[in-house]
């Protein structure tokens, strides 16, 4: 069975500090692992990871797929409250566009 | 472009109703999805569909059927809902392609069977 495991469950950081999301997995014929941001609605996109070791930014936040060890970190630099939001892992197989996605992390920034 | 739109935000319902959540998108991907989020689970896939007329299962598909009669419309419909279904129903879309595996996501419907 596929699984997706994210960690921690939840973090509180206080606005300027840097985050570390895990997400690890177990999955047959692995094709890409995405990233998304959910405030209060729709998981927004932030990235696709395809190729181990190739890391991907967007401003402060940065992403790597380390496929050898099975997972990927997202970070997020110089935090700030409107950085507060459930991170969500997914993976895609390489058959269909199926995702399966990981429990998420909810990360709360104070001022 | 409106993206993926979602009809009803939120509805209550008592056990035994039946319900249609309506999808729509304009962005004329091949593929959408139906999800459901609860606390501490991530999302969850009931079923998807990969082209009009075509629908299939997925990871919690039981209790729902689904209807994709036109590209832009995915139906996902409650016949019986139970306490159990009280959840946040995304729809989602995307293009076929390899790619581009990025899914879309309408705004959510907040769905409370008592």
């Known amino acids: 069975e596929d699984k997706v495991v994210q960690s921690p469950l939840s973090l509180v950081v206080h606005e300027g500090d840097t985050v570390t999301l895990n997400c690890s997995y177990e999955?047959?014929?692995?094709?890409?692992l995405l990233w998304y941001k959910q405030e209060k609605k729709a998981p927004t996109f932030l990235f696709m990871l395809?190729?181990?070791?190739i890391e991907k930014k967007s401003g402060r936040l940065s992403s790597i797929l380390d496929k050898k060890e099975l997972s990927s970190i997202l970070n997020i630099t110089a935090t700030q409250t409107g950085d507060s939001a459930i991170y969500l892992c997914a993976l895609i197989k390489a058959a269909g566009n199926k995702l399966t996605f990981g429990g998420g992390t909810r990360v709360l920034v104070k001022p | 472009n409106a993206g993926v739109t979602q009809t009803p935000k939120f509805r209550v319902l008592k056990t035994g109703q039946s319900m249609t959540l309506l999808c729509a998108q304009d962005?004329?991907?091949?593929?959408m999805y139906w999800y459901r989020q609860d606390p501490g689970m991530g999302l969850r896939l009931i079923h998807y569909s990969v082209g009009e007329g075509t629908t299939a299962k997925g990871e919690v598909p039981d209790g729902y059927n689904v209807s994709r009669l036109k590209k832009q419309n995915f139906l996902l419909g409650l016949e019986s809902a139970a306490p159990s279904q009280t959840s946040v129903y995304f729809c989602a879309s995307s293009y076929s392609s390899a790619s581009t595996d990025t899914q879309y996501f309408g705004p959510g419907t907040r769905l409370t069977v008592l």
């Open positions: 962005m004329n991907h091949e593929y």
């Open positions: 395809t190729s181990s070791g």
């Open positions: 999955v047959t014929n692995f094709r890409s």
